[in-house]
């Protein structure tokens, strides 16, 4: 994927509303996999051996619930967030952590729309300054591209084979995955008597 910096959006040229979301999705991406309470699950296993996959999953998901719920507002998203990282990796977040990713969703959604990348653009050198592994973040977007191509053909059973073929030759990415949770509603998390939910995790 090859990302366009500050300038070419500063240049005059107006960005592609496809070029728009393809650099929200990298960024709500990239908001998820640079989250500490999410990484720290993923990397002791707390949902599991297929934790890794769960995290593809998450992103895929919430990209999804924002491009249907265009509206959704920074306590809606976190309350989300915090439901799925309870009921998949076991985790109860009470670090504020949640309302800043999803404050940064909403930020990285208003930019995009206006084809400002900037925040996107260092977010992707931070992930990459810091040895993260560009192919777990693309993997999201080559199946994306895969689907995408799929919606322009005429659906035929010949196209719909080749496309399985060249699936079979790639890595299993999220898509190809069972699922793993139902999407639902948000829950709100449960609250103590001062107001906040204890930061644990649960036991199995």
């Known amino acids: 994927m090859h990302l366009s910096g500050p300038m070419e959006v500063s240049g005059g040229s107006v960005p592609t509303q496809e070029k728009c979301e393809a650099q929200f999705d990298l960024g709500v991406t990239l908001s998820l996999f640079s989250w500490p309470s999410l990484s720290l699950a993923v990397a002791n296993n707390w949902g599991g051996p297929d934790s890794k996959d769960k995290r593809e999953w998450f992103a895929q998901t919430t990209i999804d619930l924002l491009n249907e719920n265009p509206d959704a507002d920074g306590e809606w998203i976190e309350t989300f967030l915090l ?33 400002d990348f900037r925040e996107v653009v260092a977010m992707k050198e931070n992930w990459d300054r810091k040895g993260g592994k560009s192919e777990d973040v693309g993997k999201l977007f080559e199946k994306k591209e895969r689907n995408k191509e799929d919606d322009e053909t005429d659906g035929s059973e010949e196209d719909s084979d080749e496309d399985e073929d060249e699936d079979e030759d790639k890595d299993v990415d999220m898509d190809e995955a069972p699922p793993l949770v139902k999407v639902k509603e948000p829950v709100v998390p449960e609250v103590d008597e001062d107001g906040f939910t204890k930061v644990t995790k649960k036991r199995r």
């Open 83 to 115: 439901q799925v990282m309870l009921d998949e990796f076991e985790v109860n977040v009470d670090d504020e952590s949640g309302i800043e990713v999803a404050e940064q969703i909403l930020r990285l959604r208003r930019d995009c729309a206006k084809g």
